[in-house]
Nanobody, 123 residues
């Protein structure tokens, strides 16, 4: 069984910074892409940033230049450094990963989600 556990959310003033962390644990053969999504109240869940195993990353237009996604393959972790936060960044942030639990699994792996961590940007 695989688990993704996020940490690092909280309350921050506009213009501030936060770093989210996500750790994957359990039966893991290989982790493919890892990503952060967010969902604000009344809105659909949206992709914030993703990063491949080779560390190629993409970002939502709304966070480009402010957020950075980084992964540590040795620790099965992914981070989201969030700078210059805005009230519109307020949301529950979810870690996502495509993971193979065994060599016989399909190359793409199965999709896993964390439980989410709340980020609130307010003065």
């Amino acid at each position: 069984q695989v688990q993704l556990v996020e940490s690092g959310g909280g309350l921050v003033q506009p213009g501030g910074s936060l770093r989210l962390s996500c750790t994957a644990s359990g039966r893991i053969f290989r982790i493919n892409a890892m990503a952060w999504y967010r969902q604000a109240p009344g809105k659909q869940r949206e992709l914030v940033a993703s990063i491949t195993g080779e560390r190629s990353s993409i970002y939502a237009d709304s966070v480009k230049g402010r957020f950075t996604i980084v992964r540590d393959n040795a620790k099965n972790m992914v981070y989201l450094q969030m700078n210059t936060l805005k009230p519109d960044d307020t949301a529950a942030y979810y870690c996502n990963a495509r993971i193979r639990t065994a060599i016989v699994d399909p190359p793409g792996g199965d999709e896993y989600w964390g439980q989410g961590t709340q980020v609130t940007v307010s003065s």
